[in-house]
């Protein structure tokens, strides 16, 4: 069973910066692609960042593009968010997702480029 698990959310100051972590069991996390999306209070899911199963290329969505970094640790199944210059419009439910081969996938950011199988159950972080 795929667990996804999220942390490092909370208060944060507005023009500071969060660091979000996800914790990963149950697949193979070495070949599975992984993310963030988020959703902001009153919305549907939005897709934030997105990572290579090898780490070697990664995408930001232009929302935080310029001030975030996504990266991971295979070695440790972890994953990160990392969030500079907050905004209030960071403000937002972040949920750790991955792309596995166990089932179709269950959610895709706007155009379909990435789509997610599995996602946490969040963690919430508040620009104040």
């Known amino acids: 069973q795929v667990q996804l698990v999220e942390s490092g959310g909370g208060a944060a100051l507005l023009g500071g910066s969060v660091t979000l972590s996800c914790t990963a069991a149950?697949?193979?996390?070495?070949?599975?692609?992984m993310g963030w999306i988020r959703r902001h209070p009153g919305e549907a899911m939005s897709w934030v960042a997105d990572?290579?199963?090898?780490?070697?290329?990664?995408d930001l969505d232009a929302s935080v593009k310029g001030r975030a970094t996504i990266s991971r640790d295979n070695a440790k199944n972890t994953l990160h968010l990392q969030i500079n210059n907050l905004k209030p419009e960071d403000t937002a439910v972040y949920f750790c997702?991955?792309?596995?081969?166990?089932?179709?996938?269950?959610?895709?950011?706007?155009?379909?480029?990435?789509?997610?199988?599995?996602w946490g159950q969040g963690t919430q972080v508040t620009v104040s």
């Open positions: 990572i290579a199963a090898s780490g070697a290329t990664s």
């Open positions: 997702a991955t792309k596995t081969t166990r089932r179709p996938p269950q959610w895709c950011s706007r155009g379909g480029r990435y789509c997610y199988t599995d």
């Open positions: 149950g697949f193979n996390l070495r070949s599975s692609p």
